[in-house]
């Protein structure tokens, strides 16, 4: 008797954290995740594609999910893929696109000559807290608002790793991830890489959490680097020459532009006392 007692207790207790009764000490959705993905979809900002496929909503374990979340297979219009394919809200999308647009392309081309046309996915959505720590804050990875990446590949086939590149590759490749991480510091409100913890060695973290009531702190760690651009290129000395065109033919070009689009930053700041970093 006391056997089907202790049995019967232990699997309510396991029905009623699946259920979402006490799952994670109890957390609850908070409402601005369902305002801002509504404010986002109605906005336009992420719509339906080939590579951008609406899927069911994910309700569930407990607290976690969204309602409305993409499979993203491709961002950038479809020309930088997503591998695996990352399950993800629409503000996490939209933002995604925009700094990959903005920020990663642009530095591909002035640092490599071409673009990135696959980045790897290490982790979308995923119900668990934060580093997978006992008792921790739920991850912003169970609420679709988080991707984790590990790596860029460029059309030339080269990859460019965060775990390899960020201390031991080539100054160009260094001079990338660190505008890359620096970028990403303007646009997402969590953004952790190399050197801020022990958990983030191998990946960069980016995710939409709020800081603040307003939504308006953000966390970068390490501090974001600015590396320097690259070296415009040298003109060839003017010469007389006949009256002949020589202008290189422009289809196709895919060199450096030797520029980068200037980018907004973001408001860096110290965390709060009781934070814990996410992964």
Same mark, same amino acid.
């Given at each position: 008797?006391?056997?089907?007692?202790?049995?019967?207790?232990?699997?309510?207790?396991?029905?009623?954290?699946?259920?979402?009764c006490?799952?994670?000490?109890?957390?609850?959705?908070?409402?601005?995740?369902?305002?801002?993905?509504?404010?986002?979809?109605?906005?336009?900002?992420?719509?339906?594609?080939?590579?951008?496929?609406?899927?069911?909503?994910?309700?569930?374990?407990?607290?976690?999910?969204?309602?409305?979340?993409?499979?993203?297979?491709?961002?950038?219009?479809?020309?930088?893929?997503?591998?695996?394919?990352a399950?993800?809200?629409?503000?996490?999308?939209?933002?995604?696109?925009?700094?990959?647009? $903005?920020?990663?392309? =642009?530095? *591909? &081309? +002035?640092?490599?000559?071409? /673009?990135?046309?696959?980045?790897?996915? %290490?982790?979308?959505?995923?119900?668990?807290?934060?580093?997978?720590?006992?008792?921790?804050?739920?991850?912003?990875?169970?609420?679709?608002?988080?991707?984790?990446?590990?790596?860029?590949?460029?059309?030339?086939?080269?990859?460019?790793?965060?775990a390899?590149?960020? $201390?031991?590759?080539? =100054?160009e *490749? &260094? +001079?990338?991830?660190?505008? /890359?991480?620096?970028?990403?510091?303007? %646009?997402?409100?969590?953004?952790?890489?190399?050197?801020?913890?022990?958990?983030?060695?191998?990946?960069?973290?980016?995710?939409?959490?709020?800081?603040?009531?307003?939504?308006?702190?953000?966390?970068?760690?390490?501090?974001?680097?600015?590396?320097?651009?690259?070296?415009?290129?040298?003109?060839?000395?003017?010469?007389?020459?006949?009256?002949?065109?020589?202008?290189?033919?422009?289809?196709?070009?895919?060199?450096?532009?030797?520029?980068?689009?200037?980018?907004?930053?973001?408001?860096?700041?110290?965390?709060p006392?009781?934070?814990?970093?996410?992964?």
């Amino acid at each position: 008797m006391r056997f089907r007692f202790a049995h019967g207790f232990v699997l309510g207790c396991v029905a009623a954290a699946l259920s979402g009764c006490g799952f994670f000490g109890g957390e609850e959705r908070e409402p601005w995740r369902g305002k801002v993905e509504a404010a986002c979809l109605a906005a336009k900002l992420v719509t339906p594609t080939d590579f951008t496929r609406p899927i069911d909503e994910i309700d569930g374990p407990g607290v976690c999910g969204l309602e409305h979340p993409f499979r993203i297979y491709a961002v950038a219009d479809g020309s930088v893929g997503v591998q695996p394919a990352a399950r993800l809200g629409c503000p996490m999308t939209a933002v995604l696109n925009d700094w990959m647009v $903005r920020t990663v392309q =642009p530095a *591909a &081309q +002035a640092r490599f000559g071409v /673009a990135v046309v696959e980045i790897k996915n %290490a982790a979308s959505f995923g119900c668990r807290t934060r580093n997978n720590k006992r008792g921790a804050k739920l991850s912003e990875h169970g609420f679709g608002n988080a991707l984790d990446i590990s790596a860029f590949i460029l059309a030339d086939g080269r990859e460019i790793s965060i775990a390899r590149d960020w $201390r031991g590759g080539t =100054p160009e *490749a &260094q +001079a990338f991830l660190r505008e /890359a991480h620096a970028g990403a510091c303007g %646009a997402f409100k969590t953004v952790l890489g190399p050197g801020s913890d022990a958990h983030h060695e191998n990946h960069l973290h980016l995710d939409l959490a709020r800081h603040d009531p307003e939504g308006r702190r953000a966390y970068c760690r390490p501090t974001p680097v600015m590396p320097e651009l690259p070296p415009e290129p040298q003109l060839a000395p003017q010469v007389d020459e006949p009256a002949v065109s020589y202008a290189p033919e422009t289809k196709g070009f895919d060199g450096p532009t030797g520029s980068i689009a200037q980018r907004r930053r973001g408001d860096v700041s110290e965390p709060p006392a009781d934070w814990q970093t996410d992964e």
